[in-house]
């Protein structure tokens, strides 16, 4: 069986996010699924389903669990496709709980992906306990499905920040339990950007088996609005600031709807003896 690993919202090897992608006619036991995730210990691992040659299932896996939505996982599952599985121009990928993702390339390589927009709330009664967690001070709490969101005055705080990992992953399984069905909500922190970015974020996700997520391509529907309206534009050019970084490219659409962009860049091609 091959598998590929691709490095997505980057351009150059050894940057972006790092994600195997393997292609399959039909889904593979979930057990040896997960195992090959934990194997590969990358942020995802995404299985993808070929139903025609415009028209794919979808699934991502985290070395300990299977998420609901990933956007890195998502570039690089396309970048495969359009590389060695099918001459066509646009993808559907057909998710379970999303509805339908519509992908395509432009010329120069770029893939542009049509999510949902997922946006968060700001709350003013948020958990003491993130400013433990956290040791920079903070000005807002946003809340979505997926994450808390904290919005820092300075950018050079993200980058400067080392959240204590353990306290809020433990602190994250405790709540998940609290909730039916469980809810394991990661973190992620962000600012207003210099030029020529528009704002820079960090993303942690312990609680799923990634300390620090190197480029969140699914938390750019929940910040990319964000500051769009803060800043009062529809295109956000995001900067996240991990050790190996990356670039997206957010436009907001009608209809609820985002469009993230970016470059990916093939690592390897192995063949699994399963």
């Given at each position: 069986m091959k598998m590929y690993q691709v490095d997505a919202f980057t351009t150059e090897l050894f940057k972006g996010n790092p994600a195997a992608v393997i292609v399959t006619e039909y889904w593979l036991d979930e057990v040896l699924?997960?195992?090959?995730a934990l194997e590969n210990n990358l942020a995802e691992t995404a299985f993808v389903k070929m139903l025609d040659a415009e028209n794919y299932e979808?699934?991502?896996f985290t070395p300990t669990t299977e998420v609901n939505f990933c956007g890195h996982a998502t570039l690089a599952s396309s970048f495969v496709l359009f590389k060695d599985y099918t001459a066509a121009k646009t993808l559907r990928f057909h998710v379970k709980e999303l509805g339908?993702?519509?992908v395509s390339q432009e010329a120069d390589g770029k893939i542009k992906m049509n999510f949902p927009?997922?946006?968060a709330k700001k709350i003013t009664h948020y958990p003491e306990v993130l400013k433990q967690i956290l040791s920079k001070p903070f000005k807002n709490v946003y809340l979505n499905h997926q994450a808390y969101i904290m919005e820092y005055a300075n950018p050079q705080d993200v980058r400067d920040?080392?959240?204590n990992l353990e306290l809020f992953k433990q602190w994250t399984l405790n709540q998940?339990?609290?909730?039916?069905?469980k809810r394991v909500l990661d973190l992620a922190i962000t600012a207003q950007a210099a030029a020529p970015y528009d704002c820079i974020s960090r993303y942690f996700a312990p609680a799923n088996g990634i300390d620090e997520d190197p480029v969140t391509g699914s938390i750019h529907t929940a910040i990319a609005p964000l500051w769009a309206e803060k800043l009062g534009k529809k295109d956000i050019l995001a900067d996240q600031a991990s050790a190996r970084g990356?670039?997206?490219y957010c436009e907001l659409l009608e209809n609820e709807r985002i469009e993230i962009s970016g470059y990916a860049k093939l690592y390897m091609q192995a063949e699994l003896h399963l």
């Amino acid at each position: 069986m091959k598998m590929y690993q691709v490095d997505a919202f980057t351009t150059e090897l050894f940057k972006g996010n790092p994600a195997a992608v393997i292609v399959t006619e039909y889904w593979l036991d979930e057990v040896l699924m997960q195992n090959i995730a934990l194997e590969n210990n990358l942020a995802e691992t995404a299985f993808v389903k070929m139903l025609d040659a415009e028209n794919y299932e979808i699934r991502w896996f985290t070395p300990t669990t299977e998420v609901n939505f990933c956007g890195h996982a998502t570039l690089a599952s396309s970048f495969v496709l359009f590389k060695d599985y099918t001459a066509a121009k646009t993808l559907r990928f057909h998710v379970k709980e999303l509805g339908i993702f519509v992908v395509s390339q432009e010329a120069d390589g770029k893939i542009k992906m049509n999510f949902p927009i997922r946006r968060a709330k700001k709350i003013t009664h948020y958990p003491e306990v993130l400013k433990q967690i956290l040791s920079k001070p903070f000005k807002n709490v946003y809340l979505n499905h997926q994450a808390y969101i904290m919005e820092y005055a300075n950018p050079q705080d993200v980058r400067d920040e080392k959240p204590n990992l353990e306290l809020f992953k433990q602190w994250t399984l405790n709540q998940a339990e609290k909730t039916q069905p469980k809810r394991v909500l990661d973190l992620a922190i962000t600012a207003q950007a210099a030029a020529p970015y528009d704002c820079i974020s960090r993303y942690f996700a312990p609680a799923n088996g990634i300390d620090e997520d190197p480029v969140t391509g699914s938390i750019h529907t929940a910040i990319a609005p964000l500051w769009a309206e803060k800043l009062g534009k529809k295109d956000i050019l995001a900067d996240q600031a991990s050790a190996r970084g990356g670039k997206l490219y957010c436009e907001l659409l009608e209809n609820e709807r985002i469009e993230i962009s970016g470059y990916a860049k093939l690592y390897m091609q192995a063949e699994l003896h399963l």
